[in-house]
């Protein structure tokens, strides 16, 4: 039997060095080291192995998230594109509840604009036009990212590897359809223990969540992946992300679409968060 592949295996090295940083609550080293500099087709094979891995086990989905939707963060990063990672139900927080500090690792909050999908987005060259008629109605979301690579040390291939730096994610209690609202000038508010830290548009938002959830899909069905009826889509952050302390509660509100609120609950021994990154830093590459 001949060896196996070295890049086969440095695949399922790192999709199993992340899966046990995760199960262990310890994070790991950067992986992007296993691999040709800048190769996010394996760092897509790495997610791909931890999303078949986590249905095996019984997760189930729920839909994706867009990641690196900020212009000055593709550059910072050296690349023309979106990142994507896939949404499990388990990672849903209702309205207003509080997390649990053993939920998370290093923790980071943006806030944006959720989609959810009434029918299958299967064309690879997916319009602005298609999503909108795929589209049940749209929602207020935060969505709280997670790094499994400790201090947020990451480059492009860490993230897309560790499911897009995926966390937990809330949606609002507002269901708003498509002609109801433009998001591409809806502006938002995030507020931590009711003090403003972050604000934005939804142009800010690769020009707007419309475009980059055609990009998802277009990018999905190229991929034999499609986004499928039911699916909630993450469209990506409307301004900058703001890390968590535990005791901290965040609020957001989206002109149009409403609010959405979450809590972090205080932490308890043994589990501490790590240090995260001030802002400009490496852990901000969202």
């Known amino acids: 039997m001949p060896p196996p592949h070295p890049v086969a295996a440095a695949v399922r090295e790192a999709a199993d060095l992340l899966r046990n940083a995760a199960d262990a609550g310890k994070p790991c080293l950067p992986i992007r080291d296993r691999f040709t500099f800048g190769d996010i087709e394996a760092a897509y094979a790495v997610q791909r192995l931890n999303t078949e891995h986590a249905l095996a086990t019984g997760r189930r989905p729920a839909g994706r998230k867009i990641g690196l939707t900020s212009p000055a963060v593709q550059r910072q990063l050296g690349v023309a594109q979106p990142d994507f990672g896939a949404l499990f139900t388990d990672m849903a927080i209702a309205d207003g509840a509080t997390v649990p500090a053993h939920r998370l690792l290093q923790p980071k909050i943006e806030a944006e604009v959720a989609l959810v999908l009434t029918d299958d ?81 939804g142009a800010d938002c690769l020009g707007s969540p419309l475009a980059a959830a055609r990009w998802l899909a277009s990018t999905l ?39 959405v609120r979450v809590g972090f609950a205080p932490c308890v021994a043994p589990r501490r968060w790590p240090r995260i990154p001030a802002v400009g830093g490496a852990g901000d590459l969202r």
Do not use: C, K, Y
Request: aromatic content about 4%; proline content about 5%.
């Open 221 to 259: 069905a190229r991929r034999g992946d499609p986004l499928r009826a039911g699916d909630i889509v993450l469209t990506g952050a409307l301004g900058p992300m703001v890390a968590v302390a535990p005791g901290d509660v965040f609020h957001s509100e989206i002109s149009g679409l409403g609010s």
């Open 121 to 201: 987005l299967p064309n690879p060259d997916s319009t602005a036009a298609d999503v909108v008629r795929a589209t049940g109605f749209a929602a207020a979301a935060l969505e709280i990212v997670d790094s499994r690579i400790a201090d947020w040390d990451i480059t492009i291939v860490d993230t897309v590897a560790d499911n897009a730096s995926s966390g937990l994610f809330v949606l609002g209690g507002t269901r708003v359809p498509l002609d109801r609202v433009d998001l591409r000038t809806v502006r938002m508010t995030l507020s931590r223990n009711d003090s403003v830290v972050s604000q934005g548009t």
